[in-house]
């Protein structure tokens, strides 16, 4: 396909806030793709070139790409520098650069689809000596082909910062209007579509099933196609990581109850962090909730499934915590969050902060995918194939209970153990991954937190000069889009040794560095930070509309990825619970 065609869409999505016109947009541009364009398609039209599961990185730095301009325009690099600081996105430089170039170019070729896939493919996996030149050229030569909105796009790509809005619901529907045999009439004046609901929501369970086991839209785009024979077989890939299920919150039991009806399995609510494991041909793979393999930083969760589950081939969700293999006590999440990056002397950590695992699910075993199973069953397999040992496996500790009284005393004493309260799950309920449905409930004892990216700061003065401070804070709406809610400028230390510190936060975002003007700095949004505050309230100074009172940076959450971040909705919720009460 045209490069050319996908550029439009991203335009015309850009220019929109709608998520019907979005989904309409992209589905017409899925109607004319064929076969074996789709899958890169679908990864283009969101600036990826690996599927969900695949947290590979393009990991090419702006630098770079300035050389590539330079070397395919023939502009100088100075004044490449010069109007980026001015216009501050790379992308927009490049439009301007090539439509300058292209004033005197006669002849052009159409640029494809796939040979920008394929070239950004290569300079993702490239290593080693040479490699930088090479990937100036591979990025250049797509530069001297492209048009001036196409390189905007391709640099914007390759930086991995799109700017262009569309969430899984929105790739989901597209698939259903452009392939699954339903009427839909869209009227592109009211923005509206006309269609029977009850089939609609049909279909879009049977893609979203497909993409809950595969994690990957580009193999249930081609599925679809085939028909709903083809995504049925679409299955569970042990060593593939899909998302993870999550819960919703509310406040008491009495709430709870009714959310989840009784009897109900009442968790303990494990303050650690979540681990999806998966054991497959021999090998076994650990990754976290942002789906990154992590399985070298902690060979000794390697272990302890290979010797306690007595299954070949499983997919199992649990939450790991750290405890001090010194005293035997159980550590927060702020002391084993190294644990997660840590590159170098490995075994030595583990041995003093090895973590246990507790495990309250499982998504499959044995060949025979468990996700539309009942909870009952699930807990049913575990219990078969884990053999249980303090310090290394352990199923959730759990209750199942009708009783108000029972459930109360329960979440007592899960909190005297130092857990963080207790997690309500409906017995009948299936595991959906990614969703926050309301067949899981948490009941929190410590105070609620946000989880927020970066997205700007100031360099300090004085005494923290050198420093981002004030940092500027967001959540993420539906489209993935991060809107601020806020600056934050306590909780971080001065002194490495107390805790998280400014050094180290600065280190981690000088590369995410987007612009500079005169203080003021904006960065591509990829830390999180678990934020405390006392209070949310509305604002017309953040483009959420929403302003954080008191905020303190708690801890850096480096299991999260930025799209996992609070989103906007979770602000609205907890700003009308505030409201009440
Ligand atoms: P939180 O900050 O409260 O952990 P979250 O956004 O990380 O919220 P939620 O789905 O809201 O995630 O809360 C569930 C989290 O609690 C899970 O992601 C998991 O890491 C952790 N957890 C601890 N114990 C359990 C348990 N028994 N069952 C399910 N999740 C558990």
């Known amino acids: 396909m045209d490069y050319s065609k ?3 869409v991203y335009e015309q999505i850009e220019s929109t806030s709608k998520r019907l016109a979005k989904t309409h947009a992209i589905s017409e541009l899925l109607k004319i793709t064929s076969d074996e364009d789709i899958e890169h398609i679908i990864l283009l039209l969101r600036g990826r070139l690996f599927p969900d599961w695949n947290k590979a990185k393009i990991g090419v730095a702006s630098k770079l790409v300035l050389k590539a301009i330079g070397t395919s325009t023939g502009a100088s690099i100075k004044d490449i520098e010069n109007m980026w ?11 301007q650069t090539i439509a300058k170039k292209t004033q005197v170019t006669l002849f052009q070729q159409n640029l494809t689809s ?7 493919q290569k300079v993702s996996t490239m290593e080693g ?11 250049a030569e797509l530069m001297s082909s492209a048009k001036p909105k196409e390189a905007k796009y391709i640099v914007r790509t390759v930086l991995e910062d799109l700017r262009v809005g569309i969430g899984d619901g929105t790739l989901r529907d597209s698939i259903v209007w452009a392939y699954m045999p339903i009427e839909i009439n869209y009227d592109s004046e009211k923005i509206a579509i006309d269609v029977d609901r009850e089939e609609f929501n049909k279909v879009v369970e049977i893609i979203q099933t497909a993409f809950d086991k595969s994690n990957d839209f580009g ?10 024979d083809a995504l049925e077989k679409i299955s569970l890939i042990p060593g593939n990581p899909i998302k993870v299920m999550l819960a919703q919150k509310e406040v008491n039991i009495d709430d709870a109850f009714k959310r989840v009806g009784v009897p109900a399995v009442i968790e303990y609510k494990y303050d650690g962090f979540r681990m999806q494991i998966h054991k497959f041909k021999g090998q076994v793979k650990v990754f976290t909730r942002r789906l990154e393999e992590v399985t070298k930083q902690f060979p000794e969760v390697v272990q302890f499934v290979t010797n306690n589950i007595a299954a070949e081939e499983f997919i199992i969700d649990c939450e790991a915590v750290g405890y001090d293999a010194k005293s035997g006590k159980y550590l927060v999440f702020q002391h084993i969050s190294q644990r997660i990056r840590r590159k170098y002397d490995i075994e030595a950590l583990a041995k003093k902060m090895p973590v246990e695992l507790n495990i309250f699910d499982i998504l499959f075993c044995d060949g025979k995918n468990l996700l539309k199973e ?8 575990l219990e078969k194939i884990v053999t249980e040992k303090k310090f290394e496996i352990i199923l959730s500790h759990k209750l199942i209970t009708s009783s108000k009284e029972e459930a109360m ?3 007592d004493e899960s909190v005297k153990q130092g857990n963080e309260g207790v997690m309500i799950k409906n017995q009948e309920g299936i595991y959906k991954p990614g969703s926050r449905v309301g067949t899981w409930i948490k009941l929190k004892s410590t105070m609620d937190t946000l989880d927020l ?3 700007g700061a100031e360099w300090g003065e004085g005494k923290r000069s050198g420093w981002f401070t004030s940092l500027a804070l967001a959540c993420v709406d539906e489209d993935g889009t991060f809107l601020e809610v806020g600056k934050v400028g306590t909780g971080l230390k001065e002194k490495a040794e107390e805790g998280l510190s400014f050094g180290e936060v600065t280190e981690l975002l000088k590369p995410l560095m987007k612009t500079e003007k005169g203080r003021e700095v904006t960065f591509k949004p990829e830390i999180v930070l678990e934020i405390q505050f006392e209070e949310i309230q509305a604002s017309t100074n953040y483009s959420s509309g929403y302003a954080l009172r008191f905020p303190r940076v708690k801890t850096l959450r480096e299991d999260r990825s930025p799209e996992d971040a609070s989103s906007l909705e979770r602000i609205k919720e907890e700003f009308d619970t505030q409201k009440k009460s």
């Not at 009942?374 to 397999?381: D, F, G, H, I, S």
């Open 409 to 411: 005393l329960f979440y």
């Open 114 to 120: 796939d040979k920008v896939f394929a070239n950004l």
């Open 374 to 381: 009942t909870l009952e069953k699930r807990r049913a397999v």
């Open 219 to 228: 193999v249930v785009a081609l599925a679809a196609r085939k028909g709903v």
């Open 129 to 139: 000596s040479g490699s930088v030149d090479r990937k100036v050229q591979l990025i």
């Open 453 to 455: 990216v970066i997205v």
């Open 85 to 95: 600081r001015d216009i501050g996105d790379l992308g927009l430089v490049a439009e």
């Open 6 to 8: 996908l550029v439009e």
